[in-house]
């Protein structure tokens, strides 16, 4: 099952609310052996952080993870992983105006509608706080990747609201930002657009792309372990996501075949419509995910909603919100690519085998 | 795991290949009391069928369904439900030729990297022929949907290659063409695009939509049982899906938050750029997904590609093959959803019980 | 979910009912390149089969068992296997007269207030011939740990009723008796035994012992993945098992610690008190495991009882039954054995890895 | 995959070792709506708690849990429990010395094989520690089967070492000494017995036999979702036990099937042999099962052993310990019967269903 757990053999659980004591997960299936620091994935947790910029959420968060257990000595122990961030920077009266409201594109309706009751503060288990442990816990994949591999993941912005910002890829940008552009001649443009949408206390969505590098051929299974089933599901969990595309997604259904279909010969693949997955499984060639951002639905400006009685009201959300939680979901969408190529590395090293017993 | 089994609580294996001698599934998890009859599921397996119109492939499978356990006396009995058919007409020296070479846009290469052996014969277990497994199932959980919350479901094809096809939405009309097409008035057009296609030789793509009507809310679960993440899996899963929406989709990405948040009154939500599901749980809108189907690679016109020794070849496929297999997609998108949307009702059930011990 | 599933990585699920018009598996994550055929299968069903002796039931099911996918040119492709035997000596009628009657001991009662509904023809879901594909998937999962990490497994009757069978251990004896004895020179008696318990009317139960020699230390995994755990559940979900011991089992309850703890030197270990099992891993001594089969509960010998409409019944089973259900048990105890050794070496490749992708 | 997760639709992930900074676990699916305070866990956690009599550990931890998710103002929400214990009393310096030893009985030997790396403080993972996470689960767990379905559940130790303590049963008297023993007269036998015991450096195991009570009819599947092969499984995962007996256990090997079955008459059956469990599902009567728990092996009487480098060594475990590890299993075992249970009661649920979508 599969509530609040992610992954088979490689298996993230998370737990928490937004305005909760603390938020944390386990990470069990790892292999042994992995040097780890808490460092190392506060660095990675800094990247998704509120308060990067001017343009993200003011919430201030420490985000000092402890590793509580599975790590001894500096390593990775096989033991489960457990990592635990307390909340410090919670609110929680900004809430009380909408602990009896639904607001408009959020989940208190439907959580509601559910369980017959919710924890209103800050939006509970539904808050995009739980994505700080999806970070954390893809910061072990990523290093573990990168090592045993040589796998790379990077991801980017490219479309914020109207405007497209990958048209030119200048990888060494990406990082310098506070938007993940890869072409720094845009940034300039995109500030002043988002200077002007919070004045306006308006929204806008984001598509958000990732490449993983490296990934060797054969990750995946037929028929309902497929790779690119599982990274839809990865990327579908992401608080705000409404599509997903892998390689030419839905601009395969204008190709012909003749185009899409990626001959290959001797040198390699010559296109990579497929995204770097065949049947469910890994070609060699570079995956490519592609994922769509809802704009947030947290606005100070009015909208018609219910209260929990079924009476009419207008809704207004004060608290701290991003006017583009795509923004910030880049480090999400490489957190959740590498967790799914993890668990597809150990999934395929127990069908096909190796030497392990011979040491 | 689900390497081959799809669902949790309504639980799905499928097993066989495209020219082994059967193919079949187990339902596992399936409520007692649903009356059910071969026949009922061999209708819905001719929706899918091969050789429905001279726009899809010409094999010509009987598709006569047999149920081998789990039913007693034309009744559900809650214990597994196993259904097999046998493979009839396939023609294995087709695929004499191709025995030795990696189709472009198949999962030859990629089966063949991770496993180091394939049944070539027909793409084996890559073969659609696989979703007929689907479709049966799924036409148990449809009934049962139907029966116990009145949930609809219905797909249609949204575009056919560069072709929109659901501007104009005729409820009625889309079992009455071949195409699953909602506008009757351009079924001409869709044929004649088709024949020209094929005679070209070529194949494109296609979009299918659907929505689940009369779905509670409640379905779904934080966060990584979300109903919208499922649903992307089970979409992802089918053979040539390459993209998947729910609601708004990609456009999301460049809507203001005030135009894509739904507003509710009491008289409902005013919109339904969500599809139906909000913070992964459904609200009790239409559920709406749509799926983009990557153009068919197995073409005459010859490609580019490499032998299992690694010398470079000319591919030729000959076989019968849809030049456009999203036409069959949508009984295919249905029974995913059916089978997605039974699966989180059990669960639903689970955690937030009824009354089942008094009796 | 393990409704009808069985293991992790290694996955059997299976389906039918001992009446219906077949029974068959699902055998899911098994690596490529293992030769197999059908009669290697068969030999491990005869076994088990019925019909063996005077001392089984005489029900006679030709067990011909159908490879119907997963398997190409002789050998695994890694892809879900199929196995099926049709269903052939049934004869429904004998159970006309009990169709509305709960047997006493038997699954009648539980299944009717679980289901509200029941296959009632011998015993439907219930009955032992779902082992039979316990039996055939183990078969495959016996040849692969032979060849792979030179496992062998051998199972034995140890005690039949009040009789201890197991004093004198004569390995190569074991096959050469219907009772699978391991002291031959008690072949005769348990045969007189056995002569008269069917002149009675009456039945026993039996314990049935097996050892894995050759299991590499290593296999388990803390805390709920205990290579002992998985093993308590295999043999309890056997029909009429009733009890499960790993290594000294309920005799260590009376142990001292100094006597228990297997001391160690360079040369090994001093005693196997633990049956190859420490914290849940395996130690590399041989695996020990006991189980207790109850007394079957179908007898012609007259039992109190209800029928489903509540009234008193006086209750008198005929059919073909075992008089002691434990004498076929050991081929089913040693399939369940290799499955979850075999499940526990692709669970412990997952995370300890192997040199896989070099090739 | 069940590495440190038990149960399917109520689960529970585990995390920590012994002198690691805390241990915790998750409790995923448990349904809304319990009151629940972290001293009600408490207040089980002392029933298993170290230092509670000198014939236990004198380790002395306040196990105070903090609820860290999951719960808000007071009752349980639908989304994970998370629960925190911070390790206190942790003195790691008593185990310097065994750092590079193998202590036999013990699980230092099999997680250096498979890892290549372990915890040594106190165990690491494999320390009974980690069982105050089952009995803080399992509270939440009896609380509501108490709740909703009137179930109670009762553990109690059945013989310690030589000495049977269960032939009067005083239900009264078990919670009012220290060994859970169900005849008070015993209690002074049983002290000298410890007293001695513990005098002499060595230790013994104990049988613990569990029973719940109106627990009603259909919990369990067939026919790997047994309910007594998930007890199987749940019992022998707790440290130190051997073996597991539903019902009449291992006794039903030498009884006669008219002695075994159970008859039933308009009063309900006339004997409980079976354990209230027929065919894997529960029957309404009694659940009754039986663990044995090996020794004790850390003792300070000095044994052979070998060494990391596999020198020989001889090997005194000082440490506090338990010289008999069975008179603490009590609320453990009573804790896995509940989890168990309510695991299955939502399965139960999921699949016979009720009316939980018309309010």
């Known amino acids: ?45 800094e990247r998704r952080a509120t308060g990067r910029s001017r343009h993200t ?21 096989g033991t489960p992983i457990g990592l635990l961030i307390v909340n410090t920077d919670a609110r929680s009266r900004d809430y009380e105006e ?71 890829m200048n990888w060494d940008a990406i990082e310098d930002n506070p938007f993940f552009c890869p ?16 004045k306006s206390g308006d929204s806008v969505g984001a598509r958000v792309n990732a490449v993983a590098r490296g990934v060797p051929p054969g990750l995946g299974a037929p028929v309902y372990g497929k790779l690119d089933a599982d990274l839809a599901a990865a990327m579908m969990s992401i608080n705000a996501a409404k599509g997903v595309e892998i390689g030419a997604g839905f601009a395969s259904v204008a190709q012909k075949g003749t ?21 469910g499984i890994s070609s060699g060639q570079d995956i490519l995910v592609s994922t769509a951002f809802k704009p947030t639905s947290s606005l100070r400006l009015p909208a018609r909603g219910l209260d929990i009685d079924g009476n009419e009201v207008v809704i207004v959300t004060k608290g701290r919100h991003d006017p583009c939680v795509g923004i910030r979901a880049t480090p999400i969408v490489e957190a959740m690519l590498a967790l799914v190529l993890m668990d597809h590395v150990l999934r395929h090293r127990a069908q096909m085998g190796g030497n392990v017993f011979e040491t």
Chains 1, 2, 3, 4 share one sequence.
């Open 1 to 45: 099952m599969s509530h609040n757990s992610f992954g088979h053999l490689l298996r993230v659980t998370t737990f928490g609310e937004s305005h909760g004591p603390a938020i944390g997960c386990v990470i069990d299936g790892f292999p042994p052996g992995l040097e780890i620091a808490a460092g190392e994935i506060k660095a990675e947790l």
């Open 57 to 77: 959420s003011q919430r201030r968060e420490a985000d000092d993870v402890q590793i509580l257990s599975g790590v001894f000595e500096g390593r990775t122990t």
């Open 98 to 168: 909408i602990k009896r409201q639904f607001r408009p594109g959020h989940a208190d309706y439907t959580y509601w509608k559910k369980y017959g009751v919710r924890d209103y503060r800050g939006g509970g288990r539904s808050s995009a706080r739980e994505t700080t442990m999806r970070v954390a816990a893809g910061a072990l994949a990523r290093k573990w990747l990168q090592q045993e591999l040589g796998v790379s993941i990077q991801g980017w912005l490219a479309q914020l609201g109207p405007l497209r910002t990958d048209a030119v």
């Open 183 to 198: 072409d720094p001649d845009r940034v300039p443009e995109l500030e002043a657009f988002m200077d002007a949408l919070r």
């Open 259 to 279: 185009e899409h279909r990626d001959e290959m010969t001797r040198e390699g693949f010559l296109s990579n419509h497929a995204g770097g997955i065949l049947g």
